[in-house]
T-cell receptor, first 111, second 114 residues
Framework: DQQVKQNSPSLSVQEGRISILNCDYT??????FLWYKKYPAEGPTFLIS?????DKNEDGRFTVFLNKSAKHLSLHIVPSQPGDSAVYFC??????????FGAGTTVTVRA | DVKVTQSSRYLVKRTGEKVFLECVQD?????MFWYRQDPGLGLRLIYF???????EKGDIPEGYSVSREKKERFSLILESASTNQTSMYLC?????????????FGSGTRLTVV
C-alpha cells in the first residue's frame, strides 16, 4: 500500500516558467518530507526537505509547500531551466530512518 | 566529497546465475539501503541495514539476500537471477536518525538478466 503518491507521471513546461510538482500522502504521522532529483543512469540527489512543523521551505529556485490538513505537498521550481529536466521523487519519513518514495514525475523543460 | 560507490554501472547476467552487487560508503553512516527502480513504480526498498551484521526486509525482499560484515559495505545478492529482476539497483546510506537530510545514493547498477 503506497503511502506516498505522485499522481502526475509527467510534466512539460516552457523554460523560464514555473514548474509545480505535486505529492499526496496518507500517513499523518510523517515527520519529514523530501524531494529528490534523478537524471537517467544516475542515482537520485537530494534537493530540498521540509519538517512537518513547517509549511514552507525555500532554497534558491526551489520552494516546497506543505499542507498538512490536505496531506499534500508541492515543489515549485522558478524559473525552470533546461537542466531541471529530470525525474523528481517525493519521499516521506516516519520518525525513523526509512523513507517511503512516490513513483516519480518526469519533468521536461522546453526551450 | 562524500560518496556512495556501487561496484558496477552495468551488468548482464544469465538466468539462474548468482549475482553480487556491492556498495561502499565513506561517510561513516550507520544505515544502508538497497532499492530498485522500475518505471511507474518509483523506488522500492529491498533490504536495509542499521548496523553491522543487522538486516531487515524491505517491501520486496523475495529472491534477494544481503550481507553487511563491515560498516562501510553492504552487498545485495540475487540467489538465482531471473528476468523479472532486470532493473536499476540503487544503494543508499544515511545516519541513524532521519533529520531531513535524507539519504546519499550511489550512481546505480543497471542489471539485465537474459
Amino acid at each position: 500500500d503506497q503511502q506516498v503518491k505522485q499522481n502526475s507521471p509527467s510534466l512539460s513546461v516552457q523554460e523560464g516558467r514555473i514548474s509545480i510538482l505535486n505529492c499526496d500522502y496518507t500517513n499523518s504521522m510523517f515527520d519529514y518530507f523530501l524531494w529528490y532529483k534523478k537524471y537517467p543512469a544516475e542515482g537520485p540527489t537530494f534537493l530540498i526537505s521540509i519538517s512537518s512543523i513547517k509549511d514552507k521551505n525555500e532554497d534558491g529556485r526551489f520552494t516546497v509547500f506543505l499542507n498538512k490538513s490536505a496531506k499534500h505537498l508541492s515543489l515549485h521550481i522558478v524559473p525552470s531551466q533546461p537542466g531541471d529536466s529530470a525525474v523528481y521523487f517525493c519521499a516521506a519519513s516516519l520518525n525513523d530512518y526509512k523513507l517511503s518514495f512516490g513513483a516519480g514525475t518526469t519533468v521536461t523543460v522546453r526551450a | 566529497d562524500v560518496k556512495v560507490t556501487q561496484s558496477s554501472r552495468y551488468l548482464v547476467k544469465r538466468t539462474g546465475e548468482k549475482v553480487f552487487l556491492e556498495c561502499v560508503q565513506d561517510m561513516d553512516h550507520e544505515n544502508m539501503f538497497w532499492y530498485r527502480q522500475d518505471p511507474g513504480l518509483g523506488l522500492r526498498l529491498i533490504y536495509f541495514s542499521y548496523d553491522v551484521k543487522m538486516k531487515e526486509k524491505g517491501d520486496i525482499p523475495e529472491g534477494y539476500s544481503v550481507s553487511r560484515e563491515k560498516k562501510e559495505r553492504f552487498s545485495l545478492i540475487l540467489e538465482s537471477a531471473s528476468t523479472n529482476q532486470t532493473s536499476m539497483y540503487l544503494c543508499a546510506s544515511s545516519f541513524r536518525r532521519q533529520d531531513g537530510n535524507g539519504y546519499t545514493f550511489g550512481s546505480g547498477t543497471r542489471l539485465t538478466v537474459v
